[in-house]
């Protein structure tokens, strides 16, 4: 499984890429999007994925023993994802205003340095 | 986006779903849950209700507006974090009470800490969705 | 001795600070501050005099080597009263001709600045004080110079003369470095009486070809002379003090100062001599055709500062007196020169000699002041300039560097002799000519001019001086002259500074300079068409050769920027996922084939491979659709799936999050989704090709890194501590949790505050931009 988590995350990676060269403003924020998931994927695998056995202690014992899954990973990525949301959210709005201002989606538009948008 | 049916659901959804949320921000300390997981699943809530009754009903609602809720829930972490010192612990050490209490558990700073992630969760969420809902319309 | 240098940074800020508080004719009591400073060195004279030297030294950066240790010693007597002294004058003239500026504030912040910076400069016992007391100088008087920063003239030339001079205060550190790891000190004083020890040293002669670029640069010697005559587009002031005074001497102190460090032999003095003689000439010579009276004085310095260098390269212990002498007796002429221009230029709104004439009866007492400079300059006797005059021709006729009776030693003599005649014509032109003669009728002279005592109290009291220390020479022979000299040539000097030496053939060389000199005073009239024809001469001066050379970098560095920096952001994407690519797989290469551990490797089971499929096609849909909403669908879907491979793999935390956020993001795109555009589709297959290509390869290194990563051995101590400690110190048991509430708490924190900066920047670009600029 292993194995096919790693081509996923080169997938994800590709798919990612290819969208923010796009001249798209939607399509670049979803790329940025799918780089997001494929590097929390890449931080959940180095971790070493454990199937069926979450980070939580029983309910007898004072200490995880045995075969568990590392909660580091999870636990950064539990925030990755919280603030991802604010960058779609806030990216979101800024390309709403931009759209608005320029009437035009087209990210090649972007190249006027002096105009205040 | 408003139908009857969506209203009367959401009539019973909203006090279900707002009931799990606080559910999951409790249980957050022992079983998967927690602030980040509360905090996101009221605010579901209330984007179903703003769905339902239109968001200047919900705003209605929710009495305060959602800045508000920003600001409280930062307030009541970064106190729960600074309480300690009063007890001479250094900031973030985390003190509990020792007697357990019913339906909540067990008390400490980190609780208030969680339910601070709770409602700064819900203020950025529901504000950030709000504001892009008010103004597209 | 550290607070006169501190002093003027000090009253420096207040200046810029206290400009709604303080009255602009305020201003003018800042000359208290170069009054105290002069009055201060005044009563170190005796000490000095009296052969000690004084030292301050106080702890700045004592594990590099820096510290704030000053010296006084003859030289830095002897300016230190030259820059506190003209100060006076200065900043007094310099409130007057200001004092209607919107800016005259800054104009005294800059003008502190500098003189402070110079005074540390003179007084440093550390190289590296001392070089960052350099590019003080260098910095202020960027600024003063382009003063007037509303036109391009100043703008331009005050860039042209900081990229020279820092271009050589470049090479001067790196001469300094090498001085100070040679010698295993950067102590100026530790250094001195160690003497020259370089002189067998393979560094030596690179130590003072970078030392001599870095001092003639600043000092304006061929072939970078050129900045000097730029820099008079800064306020008449300023050119007086900076440009003539102090600020081109820190070239000639600095070789002074190095003297006996790394003096004496013939790499030293041969360069000086070369470049000092061929500068006096070829300057003084440019001097004579300009119309402008600030070129003509411009070229003039540069001519004197020559001189300077051609006397120091002399190197016997006459041509340090000449040297010393002439700094003082330059310093005084040409400032007072400089600053009766400048009243001409306030009053009559024209530099040009050509058309300028009969104001002696207008202004005498500014033409008295005129006149008296003048004449310093021409060496006539009875000035100090005279005296002066005659230690020139001592130290070249007593120069050792030739046989006497030799060629070179008549060349010399004559090169001497030739520039003298031409600094008389210079000092002529500038200090006379605008007052005797019929005025040009092209431009209206008013009968009376009123002048305010503050402008023409200082050029006189400068030009007096000169005759004052001509007539009575032995005044300064002792106690400023002797002690110079003496810290340049590490011995007992006594100058004997007199008016007359008796028939001689010194005496003879200055009367036919004298004579000659006004003779060719009357033969010239400077004009436009002269000037214009040696304008055609230009092209291959030094100024237009280091314009081209700039002039290429400019091309250059433009098309690289063009290049780079074309304004679209796809194209910066690419470049920057290009160069990541090449680095990484450079990286990987290095690095190694990568084993697969098959034995770890868990087992797949028939909803994985499901789940990944939906994912794909999700992806594809995603690649192929031209709808924004199948898009958006599709990237959730691409989210929901992760959810469940977090379900698999037994994080119900993140799996939860996941699934709340994904349907949150799927509202706010909904909610924006009618606003934004639809999708733009662009075909062309070339660059979807080549996007494809970058893609796909990013994705395969990305996975390739992934597998280098998990063959590193797994530590799993860090895992082990939360596992062990979570309910045991933190009472959770969820150990996701417990991290982030409690372990790493602070980090929670900070990202609570990040999520709520994002909300309110949603807040602020929605609410607030449309309330102010769409209602419009």
Redesign the interface.
Known sequence: MELVLVVLIGILYATGIFLILRRSMVKLLLGIALLGNGTNILIFLLGNIVKGS?P??GENVNILREIYADPVPQALI?TAI?IS??LT?FA??LL?RVYAFLDSDDLDDLNTPDEDI | MSSIILKTAVRYLLPILLLFSIF?LLR??????????GG??A??AF?LHSFAHGTENTLKLLKYN??RF?AM??LL??CS?FIPILWGYPP?T?L?VDRMIPVVG?I?T?LF??I??YI??V???L???F???L??H | MLFTVLLGFIVAILPAFLRKVVKTRWLVLLAIVPSLIFIYYLFQLPAIASGSVLKQSTDWVPSLGVNLSLRLDGLSLLFTLLISGIGIGIFVYAYEYLKKHRYIDRFFTYLLLFMSAMLGLVLSDNLLLLFIFWELTSLSSFFLIGFNNESEGSRKSALISFTTTGMGGFFLLAAFVLIGDIAGTYNLSELIDQGNIYYEHPYYPLIIAFFLLGAFTKSAQFPFHFWLPGAMKAPTPVSAYLHSATMVKAGIFLIARFTPILGGQTMWTAPLLIVGGFTMLYAVVNSLYRTDLKSILAYSTISALGVLTFLLGVGTKTGFIAAIAFIIAHALYKASLFLVTGIIDLKLGTRDISVLGGLGKTIPIVAFSAVLAALSSAGLPGSFGFISKDLIYEATLGSTIFQPESTGHYLLIGLAVLTNIGLVIAGFLAGIRPFTGTPSTKIKLPSKIYINYKLWVPPFILATISFVLGMLPHLPSHKIVDPAVTSIHNSITSADLALWHGWSVVLALSLVTLAAGSALYFMIKPSHDKEQYFAKWQVASPQNIFAGITDVFKTMSMSITNFMHNGFLRSYTFKIILFAEILFVYLLWQDGPIYIDYSQLSSISIYEVITIIILCGALLLLLLSKSRLTAVVATSVVGYTICLIFVFYSA??LA??QF??D??TV??FV??L??LPPFLSFKNLKTRVRDSIIAIGFGVIISLITLKVMQQPFSSEIKDFYANYAYT??????V???I???FR??D??FE??V??I???G??SL??LR?KSSEKE
């Open positions: 979450p939580i202690i539990l919280v949301f604010g959210a979101i709005v709403h | 999951l957050g300390h022992h079983l998967p849950g927690g602030g980040f997981v996101l699943v605010s579901i984007v959602p800045i920003i829930g930062l972490a970064a974090m973030m985390a509990w067990s400490g980190a800490f969680d601070g992630v700064v969760v203020g950025a969420v504000n950030i969705l504001t892009i809902s103004h597209s | 119900p935390d939860m999050t709340s956020i349907t949150l509202v706010l909610f924006v009618f606003k110190l933190a009472k959770g048991k969820n996701v949790n417990v982030l509430v409690d708490g602070m929670t924190m609570i505050v999520l709520s994002a909300g309110l949603v807040y929605l609410k449309l």
